[in-house]
């Protein structure tokens, strides 16, 4: 660097004189010295911004670049018109180029400057330009935009004029609106998107116009997409383009009024269902109609005299749907006479579904030559009606050799029930049925009968428990019935449950029913069940969990008239509970004590399980956060509510109840069914406490 550029740099002060000398060297010879002046120029900040302003109309265009690229780096506003005079008007093109940098670089300040770019002879500065109107969101630049996306002789101008457009919101919207009838299809999905978030009404007016024409799938669905959004404004544009020639348009136009719930176009969505040959569009008129339930009925029904097969296919489907019962005998018809295989078996599952009402098709099944999706499905629809004419086919199905239907059969006669196992008694006799059939189905009436019994006493919320009578049915069943099929419950790990139905809505549905099966055994007081309840406690992990198997095994061994296991228990927990207190882990310990006050008051030691209970709520907060701890807290209320009822003190209880509910008991049914509380039935808190829907509501923890 030269001296007198070092003294330059070191002023504080430069003056004006100084930064002339330095502007001047920027149209020096040589590299080195103009750049040396660049860096001065620099150094001076705003002090050179008036200077610089002056040189641009240096004779030298290499001046005139360079004071225009300081200006860019100071920002500067107070340039702006001599550097647009420039731009319009310089012969050279370095000049114009930095021009249009300095231009571009103050953006919304040189709005009107862009605007005016944006008639550039040079495609590069029309690119640039639209570019910057973009960054600066000028709505002024709508209708030069608009003009220059139409006509601009540059492509990629033309494509970043329609970007600028999408994103400039509602002041673009009437160049957009016009760009929907393009024959491009990318320019008219790209106004599409443009357009979503748009609530104009002429908007929404074009794109319904356009909807019913469209060609192209993205664009309908695009279209649709907007006019989805506008609500019942939409219904009048779906209307129109259920007549549309285009296919997507009309499936399209239909979902859009299933969306709005309009019961008005079941007719003409009825029309398209019938005759429509598209099959997308019948599916979609056909969720339309379903979704108007029975109001769409007469529509479906005429339409089973369709000529077409997939046409009478769907509304066979869609009335077995809405559960129609006036076309059953249309159906039944169909059922026997239509050669469509597809429709032949729609029309059975339709049948299969009205139960009793349909029994002689039913039974007119059991011949099909369909076994797997129809004579098989017949004979259990049959045994779930309890179909008493269907008694002899099916023990003929029983009695032969076809072991798709052999099983079917047996297990329908099981659910039929004393007039059908009386009528396989008589085919034993006879000679059609070996004895060891029979046998086999009196055994399963045994296991679904007992089953059936215990599961009643599981709540659809999974709740069960215990209380002074659970097991009356069972004993009316017959204790030598029933005493096998409990033990089978629990010596086999892998017992095949009956009845499949309740297993899949409640969870530890395993668990429920061989707590229950033990329970039973106990309450029996049958001998025989002894060594397999020890057998089975032997089984079991040596820590105690609440709620588990363990816990009913000691119950019903004590029942039984060994109390050892009992009496062990007791002492270890005890033991194991106040050595999990004394170490501060209040979680372990309560389980084992909440363990123990269950057992204590299965046994009939009814005042210290109470005291236990107490003791656990002592000991957590109510505020706990912890699940486990909330399941201790509600659950040891509620059997304090219990035990307190049992007691006859019926204060206390409604008092234990109502902060067992509100800590999160939410099983009415079982409040309600619980025999343990029958002694505040009464009572108005009671009444009160279980009238308040908002207390169980599910959600509300």
């Known amino acids: 660097m030269s001296v007198v550029l070092a003294i330059l740099l070191a002023a504080q002060d430069v003056d004006e004189a100084r930064l002339k000398e330095l502007i001047g060297r920027l149209g020096g010879d040589f590299l080195d010295e103009r750049e040396e002046a660049r860096k ?14 002056d040189a641009l109309t240096h004779e030298d265009p290499r001046v005139r670049r360079s004071c225009l690229l300081l200006l860019v780096k100071l920002a500067s506003a107070p340039a702006l018109p001599r550097a647009a005079a420039l731009f319009k008007g310089d012969e050279d093109a370095g000049v114009v180029d930095a021009a249009f940098t300095l231009i571009r670089a103050l953006g919304k300040a040189a709005e009107e400057d862009l605007i005016d770019a944006l008639s550039a002879a040079s495609a590069e500065h029309r690119r640039g330009a639209v570019e910057a109107i973009g960054e600066i969101k000028s709505a002024k630049a ?24 999408l994103i400039l919101g509602a002041p673009a919207e009437p160049a957009l609106i016009k760009r929907l009838d393009s024959p491009d ?18 908007v929404l007016a074009a794109v319904g116009k356009r909807f019913s024409l469209e060609t192209s799938k993205e664009c309908v669905d695009l279209a649709y997409d907007i006019l989805r959004g506008a609500g019942s404004k939409a219904e009048a544009h779906f209307h129109a383009a259920l007549k549309s020639p ?20 079941i007719g003409a969505v009825g029309e398209l269902f019938r005759d ?22 007469d529509v479906l029904v005429a339409s089973l005299k369709s000529a077409t097969p997939a046409v009478r296919l769907e509304a066979i489907r869609a009335l077995g749907e809405i559960r129609s019962e006036k076309p059953l005998g249309e159906i039944s018809r169909l059922f ?33 030559a369909d076994k797997a999706n129809i004579r098989v499905p017949a004979i259990q629809a049959l045994g779930a009606v309890k179909s008493e004419a269907a008694i002899d086919r099916l023990v003929e199905f029983m009695g032969g050799i076809d072991t798709d239907t052999k099983d079917p059969a047996r297990d329908a006669l099981v659910r039929i029930g004393p007039k059908a196992i009386a009528a396989v008694e008589k085919a034993v006799e006879s000679g059609r049925l070996r004895r060891a059939a029979a046998d086999q189905v009196r055994d399963l009436v045994d296991r679904e009968g007992v089953e059936a019994i215990l599961a009643s006493l599981v709540t659809e919320g999974g709740q069960s428990g215990w209380f002074e009578g659970q097991f009356k049915e069972l004993e009316a069943f017959g204790k030598a019935r029933a005493a096998p099929v409990l033990l089978r419950m629990i010596k086999e790990p892998g017992y095949q449950w009956r009845i499949a139905e309740r297993r899949e809505k409640i969870g530890e549905y395993d668990r429920l029913m061989r707590e229950l099966a033990v329970m039973a055994l106990g309450e029996f007081r049958d001998p025989a069940a002894l060594e397999t309840l020890k057998a089975s406690l032997a089984e079991q992990p040596a820590t105690g969990v609440s709620g588990t198997l363990k816990e009913e095994l000691f119950v019903a061994l004590h029942k039984l008239g060994d109390p050892a296991p009992v009496n062990e228990f007791l002492k270890t927990s005890t033991k194991e509970g106040e050595a999990a207190l ?35 709520l002592g000991v957590l907060p109510e505020d706990t956060a912890d699940p486990d701890e909330i399941d201790h807290v509600r659950l040891s209320r509620y059997n304090l509510a219990c035990l307190k009822a049992l007691d006859g003190k019926k204060a206390e209880a409604v008092e234990w109840l109502g902060k067992a509910v509100r800590a999160g008991f939410k099983d009415r049914e079982w409040i309600q069914r619980d025999k343990d509380l029958d002694a505040i039935r009464g009572e108005a808190g009671y009444k009160a406490l279980l ?9 509300d923890r």
Do not use: W
């Open 142 to 165: 709508v209708a030069k935009l608009d003009d220059m996306e139409e006509k601009d002789p540059d492509g990629d101008v033309k494509e970043k004029a329609l970007g600028v457009l």
């Open 691 to 699: 009238a308040d829907d908002a207390l169980f509501d599910k959600g």
């Open 246 to 265: 285009q296919e997507r348009a009309r499936e399209k136009a239909i979902d859009g009024l299933k969306g709005l719930k309009t019961a008005g176009e």
């Open 185 to 202: 299809e990318g320019r008219r999905t790209r106004v599409y998107q443009g357009l979503k978030e748009s609530k104009n009404p002429e």
């Open 582 to 616: 004394k170490a501060d882990r209040r979680g372990p310990a309560c389980e084992i004590f909440f363990s123990q006050a269950l057992v204590l008051n299965r046994v009939g030691r009814r005042a210290e399980a109470a005291e236990v209970y107490v003791r656990i």
């Open 40 to 53: 001065g120029l620099e150094a001076a900040g705003k002090a050179a911004e008036k200077p610089l302003i």
């Open 276 to 297: 429509d040959p598209s099959e997308p569009v019948r599916r979609a008129a056909a969720e339309f109609l379903k979704s108007h339930g029975l109001k769409a009925e």
């Open 336 to 368: 026997r006479e239509d050669k469509d295989v597809d429709a032949h078996r729609a029309a059975f599952d339709y049948l299969r579904r009205l139960g009793t009402k349909a029994e002689k098709d039913l039974l007119f099944a059991l011949d099909d």
